[in-house]
């Protein structure tokens, strides 16, 4: 989908009463039901759990920026980035745990920015913010963003990067040669093309970004080939490896089909660039089902909430989602920011540590919030400072 078309996130602005569910079932019909009378839209955890889940991040923030930073600093001026923000939702609830909880000379230094590349968003997040009056609204894609920012910052992306449009690769294993590939239209209706008479084709890989997103997210070996811990060792990513391993097997173009982080590779340098004194926060999708051929391959989300593959995707809107390889992102960040510590937790560890998720418990003692999305991550980066102590 493209952003800045519009916004097919539902505007969910009265929170699920979970304490009054029986449980599983009746927590999964809610959830079926409103996508069923919103079949263009999706809901995301920032939405579903509001406010208990933004509370917890806002709880998270507050640590970071507590353990990273000079407080006479922060009691100065400080800034929370938020990228895509969505409904607003998420900033409302962090600004209303900032007010109840942060204390006023942390929370009067605050400045909180939403960079949001849908100007349909950022107008329902004008009406959504209408009762946080300072927030500042930056109608333009975060690749836009051309001022720098001094003061201590945190930057939020929550289901954003997934959203980000990325490159394929494919590695020739007759060869040995990578191949960027790129879309061309063709005048009529093709076999050897997509359904959208659409046709790949190949070139020796040779884009600066694309080569440089690969090696800083560790993605390639030094000897040009798929890097060894992208499959042995980090889970769930083995799993790309199985399915490449059957596909060449079973295809009859047995080269391996890679889906590479470019535009985030972009973004995550366009923040470093503007933001110096900046910690992250990411929360995506670690995994998501196969249905397209290739590591990190896209998913096509459409109103029925099917998973469908890239190949086949339809012509109406329809949401394309990726896959964040979330030890490559660590090691983008470790090069790019070189921070103290990268947390990366399943998105369960860090509602259990940050969120009182009694709120979220129904009756049976389901809980929603720390069972759903379970193929979810969340990082982020901070440094242990003597400053405070
Ligand atoms: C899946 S929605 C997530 C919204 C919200 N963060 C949440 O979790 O509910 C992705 C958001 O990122 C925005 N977005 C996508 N690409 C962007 C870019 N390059 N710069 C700024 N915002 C972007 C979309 O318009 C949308 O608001």
Known sequence: MDASKGPPLK??????????????????????????????SWSTPVELFQPWYGYAIARCI??????????????????????????GTLAHCILQYAKQYYGAPLC??????????????????????LSHPSVS???MSILDWSETISSPCIVIFC???????????????????????????TPEKNTSTDNNN??????????KWIISTMQDWNILSENGQIAAPLHIFSTPYWLYYLQNMVDRLLSSNPCTVLYVPTVAHQV???????????????????????????????????GTKAFSSIEEAPKTTCDILFPVYFPGLSRAIQRLWNPNYIQIWKQSKFLKTYADSKHTRTKSGFNPMLSDFTNTRILFTRNYTNHNK
Do not use: M
């Open 62 to 87: 507050q640590h970071i920026v507590e353990q990273s930073f000079d407080r006479q600093q922060l009691v100065k001026e400080w800034h929370i980035i938020e990228v895509g923000g969505g409904n």
């Open 11 to 40: 505007e969910t602005t009265s929170p699920i009463p979970f304490q009054e569910l029986s449980g599983p079932e009746q927590y999964y019909s809610l959830v079926a039901q409103r996508y069923a009378n919103h079949p263009n």
């Open 268 to 302: 995550l340098t366009t923040i470093r660039r503007y933001f110096p004194q900046s910690h992250l926060l990411v929360a995506d999708f670690d995994f998501l089902p196969q249905a397209t051929r290739g590591f990190f391959a896209p998913v096509v989300q459409n």
């Open 137 to 139: 609204f930056h109608s």
């Open 159 to 185: 289901e954003v990067l997934d959203n980000l449009p990325h490159d394929r690769v494919e590695w020739d294993d007759e060869t040995k040669t990578w191949y960027e590939c790129r879309i061309r239209e």
């Open 108 to 129: 009067n230094a605050l400045k909180y920015h939403i960079v949001e590349v849908s100007p349909l968003f950022v107008e329902r997040q004008r009406k959504r913010l």
């Open 198 to 207: 659409n046709a790949i084709v190949h070139f020796p890989l040779q884009d």
